[in-house]
């Protein structure tokens, strides 16, 4: 199969829009809200993932223009806490999000070895239990981040 970027018909406008692979389960094309053909999770918030042209170096995300600061907590975003915090997940559980010691085992022998997994699965069962707003679960992982001692991580999420 051909790896290369080839230029594909927009559906909207019948113009030529750039076309790139997603590893092997489908093709992403288009600049404006592009159509994802054959894959299967891909999940994308407001976030553009520029395709790689050759002899370009790889594109990152890059923000939306005008849109706001961390006011909820996707996945993206729980990754993105979980990777800073890292070994540290456990304090942030047992002392500021109220889980017990026998739920946080559970979660290091589920991903052993695995601080970034293990943090992130944390933060996904606590957000998950939440029943207060977006708005209110960022302030209250703030909170929990600064009695941990990791104010950097609060103030990513704060913006």
Request: charged share 20%; with cysteine.
């Amino acid at each position: 199969m051909d790896k290369q970027p080839k230029a594909a018909p927009s559906a909207a406008t019948g113009s030529q829009q750039p076309t790139g692979y997603i590893g092997n389960i489908g093709t992403i094309s288009g600049n404006n809200g592009p159509a994802i053909v054959g894959g299967c999770g891909v999940s994308i918030h407001n976030y553009n993932y520029p395709i790689q042209r050759p002899g370009a170096p790889a594109p990152g995300p890059q923000q939306t223009p005008g849109q706001e600061p961390k006011a909820c907590l996707d996945d993206k975003t729980l990754y993105e806490v979980a990777e800073k915090l890292s070994a540290k997940w456990t304090s942030l559980a047992l002392k500021e999000l109220r889980f017990s010691a026998t739920q946080v085992e559970t979660i290091e022998n589920k991903y052993p070895n695995n601080y970034i997994r293990q943090a992130l699965d944390m933060l996904v069962s606590w957000k998950q239990a939440q029943s207060s707003s977006d708005k209110q679960q960022v302030t209250t992982l703030c909170t929990a981040l600064k009695n941990i001692g990791r104010e950097d991580i609060a103030k990513c999420l704060q913006g």
